[in-house]
């Protein structure tokens, strides 16, 4: 497990993070999510050990990460970074060599990952001579040669397309499958909801929320749609604590204060006609994101 | 202790791992390549000029004939003693002897009698040899003259052998050997500053590459800075001693061959010492460069912030060049070759002119190594202090470490696990 606990870290005026904490759990992949500059990229160089917080500790297993234990962490750094002129396997083996296996186990390593990824018939390629999206792959089998036990992954769908996504979520999963905490960070919050156990949402480094994609999302008010193409204008009027948010045609929005038993507007429903769809309204995590970020923007 | 060492010899490996790719992947790059196959094709053309064009033996073939026949022995004699080597033939009738001339087997024909010889050539006669034909045809000239006033030819002949110009040298001119060995010696020099020049550059490019495309971030979390500094000193270092090498044995190979040198006592010890100047000189401005390229992140800034780097070597060439050959025996040479930065350049020449004594060598060598000491640290400050910093060019104080910033954490990223290390 790793676990960062009240992390602080001050670049000259600017608090970049404030008593930060969360955990990544064997298994588990956590989608770092929050604007540009509210602190993600600092954390990810925190938890790796490359970057010193002013306070705070991180420990994984238990231990703090030492320069010997980083060579178990597979990383991929926001601002990417390889040799151009380097041919995709002999950079794989470089870095495997880098974490520590030697030559024949590097080249052991390097093979069946570029297979994974699709990269095989491109191994003796000059990096330069790939696509952006296949040298993104490159970078994360860069991240993953040294059969690492725990990763650290800066933005690694920026700039993919969707069928790369694809192929980079699995990678992560069999990876997590595998029981490695996965550490990732993302703007793109669809691909969040979907791949991440748990989330942590952080702003003006600081988390503002942090859960599975469940309870994330079941925050909020308790809204549902209710389909019923009979139903005029207060066909709810009789359930005490409901209220109306939005009406589209036969669908009505309704938000029902806190101990409303749903069940009471569906027989409300069903009793000005056939209720063709009652389903629990969820916010996505997008939307999710938008109004905590509104929220502390405005408390702050 | 065993942690210790364990530790120490795994750091050694990265070192090694980060050198050994600096040096394949610069092997096999085509500029590498090429530069090496034109240094020796350099080299080795430089030599078979030497060797066919400017060494060539003026061998002169004169044919006489006739009367002119008795001036054969003392012009072959008289062209010796002003080096220029003489073959005379006999030659029947003046007609073959032209034919000869016109075939080219005969340089010139010398025809008519001893007191009025006819030269026939080609295009134009050899300026010595029409010299040596006239005075011998006065000498006859004045001979018969004397001989009708009854001096007879010997007495004068005696007379003139005895006279001649004596010289007297208030400073030992340089022999022909001695000449060679500073050109040799300079030759060395030269390569030395071409290689340190042009391999430093690398030096400060890559780091820069790495900077620039941000793989220093990934590199750094498992390697440190100094091995990755050293590790690529070293891969380019071991390149640059590879071309030269190459060059090296092209050169003596041939030059052994074809006789254009004619010191072969100085070889070995030059080939010793122009490699033990090459590591050092390299050295020396390797991690100046190291430092200075990792003070920016663009490509395009290379050559201004390695100017200052590129302009003491230059110096120290210029200065090399306009005391060292002229005078390699000189004290200004001496301290010249144990002014660090400069000894790389001068110590070739002393050591191909034989003028260096044991101790010079050995403080030389232990001035140059205290200041690649010297170098190292300062120079892994400033890289370790840089090579993070993304964006725009590095203040030096900030590199030094002497002010603090922002970024100060991220600069020491590397460190502070470091020593947590050592604690535990």
């Given at each position: 497990?790793?676990?960062?606990?009240?992390?602080?870290?001050r670049y000259?005026t600017?608090?970049?993070l404030?008593?930060?904490?969360f955990?990544?759990?064997?298994?588990?992949i956590?989608?770092?999510?929050?604007?540009?500059?509210?602190?993600?990229?600092?954390?990810?160089?925190?938890?790796?050990?490359?970057l010193?917080a002013?306070?705070?500790?991180v420990l994984?297993?238990?231990?703090p990460?030492t320069?010997?234990?980083?060579?178990?962490?597979g990383?991929?750094?926001?601002?990417?970074?390889?040799y151009?002129?380097?041919?995709?396997?002999?950079?794989?083996?470089?870095?495997a060599?880098?974490?520590?296996?030697?030559?024949?186990?590097?080249?052991?390593?390097?093979?069946?990952?570029?297979e994974?990824l699709?990269?095989?018939?491109?191994?003796r390629?000059q990096?330069?001579?790939l696509?952006h999206?296949?040298?993104?792959?490159v970078?994360?089998?860069?991240?993953?040669?040294?059969?690492?036990e725990?990763?650290?992954?800066?933005?690694?769908?920026a700039?993919l397309?969707?069928?790369?996504?694809?192929?980079m979520?699995?990678?992560?999963?069999?990876?997590?499958d595998?029981?490695?905490?996965?550490?990732?960070?993302?703007?793109?919050?669809?691909?969040?909801e979907?791949?991440?156990g748990?989330?942590?949402?952080?702003?003006?480094?600081?988390?503002?929320?942090c859960?599975t994609?469940?309870?994330?999302?079941?925050?909020?008010?308790?809204r549902?749609?209710?389909?019923?193409?009979?139903?005029?204008?207060?066909?709810?009027?009789g359930?005490?604590?409901?209220?109306?948010?939005e009406h589209?045609?036969?669908?009505?929005l309704?938000?029902l204060?806190?101990g409303t038993?749903?069940?009471?507007v569906?027989?409300a429903g069903?009793?000005?006609?056939?209720?063709?769809?009652?389903?629990?309204?969820?916010?996505?995590?997008?939307e999710l994101?938008r109004?905590?970020m509104?929220?502390?923007s405005?408390n702050a | 202790?065993?942690?210790?060492?364990?530790?120490?010899?795994?750091a050694m490996?990265?070192?090694?791992v980060?050198?050994?790719?600096e040096?394949?992947?610069r092997?096999?790059?085509?500029?590498f390549?090429i530069?090496t196959?034109l240094?020796v094709?350099g080299?080795?053309g430089?030599?078979?000029?030497?060797?066919?064009?400017?060494?060539?033996?003026?061998?002169?073939n004169?044919?006489?004939?006739?009367?002119?026949?008795?001036l054969?022995?003392?012009?072959?004699a008289?062209m010796?003693?002003?080096?220029?080597?003489v073959?005379t033939?006999?030659?029947?009738?003046?007609?073959?002897?032209?034919?000869?001339v016109?075939?080219?087997?005969?340089?010139?024909?010398?025809?008519?009698?001893?007191t009025?010889?006819?030269l026939?050539v080609?295009?134009?006669?050899?300026?010595?040899?029409?010299?040596?034909?006239?005075?011998?045809?006065r000498?006859?000239?004045?001979?018969?003259?004397?001989?009708?006033h009854?001096?007879p030819?010997?007495d004068?002949?005696?007379?003139?052998?005895?006279?001649s110009?004596?010289v007297?040298?208030?400073?030992?001119?340089?022999?022909?050997?001695?000449?060679?060995?500073?050109v040799?010696?300079?030759?060395v020099?030269g390569?030395?500053?071409?290689?340190?020049l042009?391999y430093?550059?690398?030096?400060?490019?890559g780091?820069?590459?790495?900077?620039s495309?941000r793989?220093?971030?990934?590199l750094?979390?498992?390697?440190?800075?100094?091995?990755?500094?050293?590790?690529?000193?070293?891969?380019?270092?071991l390149?640059?001693?590879?071309?030269?090498?190459?060059?090296?044995?092209?050169?003596?190979?041939?030059?052994?061959?074809t006789?254009v040198?004619?010191?072969?006592?100085?070889?070995?010890?030059?080939?010793?010492?122009g490699?033990?100047?090459?590591?050092l000189?390299?050295?020396m401005?390797?991690?100046?460069?190291?430092a200075a390229g990792?003070?920016v992140?663009?490509?395009e800034d290379v050559?201004?912030?390695?100017?200052?780097?590129?302009?003491v070597?230059?110096?120290a060439w210029?200065?090399?060049?306009?005391?060292v050959p002229?005078?390699?025996?000189s004290?200004?040479t001496t301290?010249?070759?144990?002014?660090?930065?400069?000894s790389?350049?001068?110590?070739?020449?002393?050591?191909?002119?034989?003028?260096?004594s044991?101790?010079?060598?050995v403080v030389?060598v232990?001035?140059?190594i205290?200041?690649?000491?010297?170098?190292?640290a300062?120079?892994?400050?400033?890289y370790?202090?840089s090579?993070?910093?993304m964006?725009g060019?590095?203040?030096l104080?900030q590199?030094?470490?002497?002010?603090?910033?922002?970024?100060?954490?991220a600069?020491?990223?590397?460190d502070?696990?470091?020593a947590?290390d050592?604690l535990?």
């Open positions: 497990m790793l676990a960062l606990s009240h992390l602080s870290k000259g600017l608090q970049a404030r008593d930060l904490s955990a990544v759990e064997q298994g588990e956590f989608g770092f999510v929050g604007a540009n500059g509210a602190g993600k990229t600092t954390t990810m160089r925190i938890a790796l050990g490359v010193d002013d306070a705070g500790s994984w297993d238990g231990t990460i320069f010997a234990s980083r060579r178990r962490i990383y991929m750094p926001e601002e990417r970074g390889l151009p002129k380097m041919t995709v396997i002999a950079q794989l083996e470089y870095f060599r880098l974490h520590g296996l030697n030559r024949g186990a590097a080249h052991a390593a390097a093979l069946p990952l570029l994974l699709g990269l095989a018939d491109r191994a390629s990096l330069q001579a696509s999206g296949n040298q993104q792959r970078q994360l089998a860069a991240a993953l040669v040294s059969a690492p725990l990763l650290v992954l800066d933005e690694p769908f700039g397309d969707p069928v790369a996504v694809d192929a979520s699995d990678v992560l999963r069999a990876q997590a595998a029981g490695k905490p996965v550490l990732l960070s993302s703007h793109q919050l669809d691909i969040v979907r791949l991440c748990r989330v942590g949402i952080i702003n003006h480094g600081a988390m503002v929320a859960g994609v469940a309870e994330l999302t079941a925050r909020g008010p308790v549902f749609w209710v389909d019923v193409p009979n139903a005029g204008p207060g066909w709810f009027d359930v005490h604590g409901a209220t109306l948010i589209d045609g036969p669908s009505w309704i938000q204060a806190d038993d749903e069940q009471g569906l027989q069903l009793a000005v006609g056939p209720v063709r769809e009652f389903r629990r309204d969820r916010p996505s995590l997008t994101f109004s905590v509104t929220e502390t405005t | 202790m065993l942690d210790a060492r364990t530790t120490f010899l795994d490996r990265l070192t090694l980060v050198a050994a790719r040096f394949t992947v092997i096999r790059s085509r500029v390549i530069t196959v240094a094709l080299i080795g430089y030599i078979l000029l030497q060797a066919y064009v400017f060494n060539k033996p003026a061998v002169l004169v044919g006489f004939v006739g009367g002119a026949e008795q054969a022995a003392p012009a072959r008289d010796a003693s002003l080096g220029i080597t073959t033939h006999k030659v029947s009738t003046v007609a073959d002897g032209k034919g000869e016109s075939s080219g087997t005969l340089d010139t024909l010398v025809s008519g009698s001893a009025a010889p006819v026939t080609q295009t134009s006669a050899d300026g010595t040899l029409q010299t040596v034909l006239t005075d011998l045809a000498e006859e000239v004045l001979n018969g003259l004397l001989a009708q009854g001096i030819a010997a004068i002949d005696r007379a003139l052998a005895a006279t110009v004596q007297d040298t208030l400073t030992k001119p340089l022999s022909a050997a001695s000449v060679q060995e500073i040799i010696g300079v030759l020099s390569t030395l500053y071409i290689s340190m042009v430093g550059q690398l030096v400060a490019a780091v820069i590459e790495e900077k495309n793989i220093v971030e990934i750094l979390t498992t390697v440190r800075p100094w091995q990755l500094l050293l590790g690529k000193i070293a891969g380019i270092g390149l640059a001693l590879a071309q030269v090498a190459a060059v090296a044995v092209v050169g003596v190979v041939m030059a052994a061959a006789r040198v004619t010191v072969p006592t100085v070889g070995v010890a030059v080939a010793v010492g490699g033990v100047w090459l590591v000189g390299y050295l401005y390797a991690f100046a460069f190291a990792s003070m992140s663009r490509q050559s201004s912030v390695s100017m200052p780097v590129i302009l070597l230059v110096a210029v200065i090399t060049l306009s005391v002229y005078s390699p025996s004290t200004a301290v010249l070759s144990l002014i660090p930065l400069m790389p350049l001068v110590m070739p020449v002393r050591i191909a002119t034989g003028d260096i044991l101790w010079q060598a030389g232990v001035l140059a205290a200041t690649i000491y010297v170098l190292a300062v120079s892994g400050r400033i370790r202090n090579v993070l910093r964006g060019r590095v203040r104080g590199a030094l470490g002497l002010r603090g910033s922002a970024m100060a954490g600069s020491g990223a590397s502070a696990p470091a947590r050592h535990m």
